[in-house]
């Protein structure tokens, strides 16, 4: 039976998390770090020595924004947004409530978003979001003020491969 270290492993499919040498770069520039559980390094320290239940019933692997700061700064290519991705798929496969309220329906929004037009459409994002989680008035007065400073499109054009897009979703999906 593989451990949790070799499954992490071969799902991340590149680098393996052992090249890590804990210098911490990639939590010195994670713009999350300061609201996270578990910092990035601490969280493949984590991983190396087993702790498969505390990593993923962590707020850490929900909060990360995948920006890929991390993963520019690691002087080995440890791939930790790629790791993070991982780790969420996990943590749905077996049914782990996120500890974040709500979040996991944000996730499922942005998915949804992306599958229905490769990219992001924040307008239809935050309807299937509100919509999910019943949430309806928390960030109106953000969300106005974004729109007033043209944070938020009306309108994003759907890319033109969506043939590729169909198959990512179709290869990735159980
Ligand atoms: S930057 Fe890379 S090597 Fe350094 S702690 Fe982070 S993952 Fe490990
Ligand atoms: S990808 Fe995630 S862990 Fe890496 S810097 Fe961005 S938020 Fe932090």
Same mark, same amino acid.
């Given at each position: ?15 393996? %998390?052992?090249? &890590?040498?804990? +210098?911490?770069? #990639?939590?010195?520039? !994670? /713009? ?20 498969k ?7 850490? %692997?929900?909060? &990360?924004?995948? +920006?890929?700061? #991390?993963?520019?700064? !690691? /002087? ?38 992306i ?50 897009v ?6 990735t999906?159980?």
């Amino acid at each position: 039976m593989s451990t949790f270290l070799e499954d992490v492993n071969e799902k991340i499919g590149g680098v393996p %998390i052992q090249a &890590c040498y804990h +210098c911490r770069k #990639c939590t010195a520039g !994670c /713009p999350l770090a300061f609201a996270m559980e578990y910092n990035p390094n601490k969280v493949i320290k984590m991983i190396q020595m087993g702790m498969k239940d505390k990593v993923l019933n962590s707020s850490t %692997i929900w909060l &990360c924004a995948s +920006c890929e700061t #991390c993963v520019t700064r !690691c /002087p080995n290519n440890v791939d930790i947004a790629r790791m993070m991705d991982v780790l969420r798929e996990t943590a749905i496969e077996e049914k782990i409530e996120p500890k974040e309220k709500n979040i996991r329906k944000f996730h499922e929004a942005f998915l949804a978003s992306i599958k229905s037009g490769g990219r992001i459409n924040e307008p239809m994002m935050i309807v299937n979001y509100k919509l999910k989680s019943g949430d309806y008035f928390s960030d109106m007065a953000m969300g106005m003020n974004m729109f007033m400073k043209g944070k938020i499109k009306l309108f994003s054009p759907r890319t033109k491969d969506m043939k590729s897009v169909r198959q990512i979703f179709k290869s990735t999906s159980k």
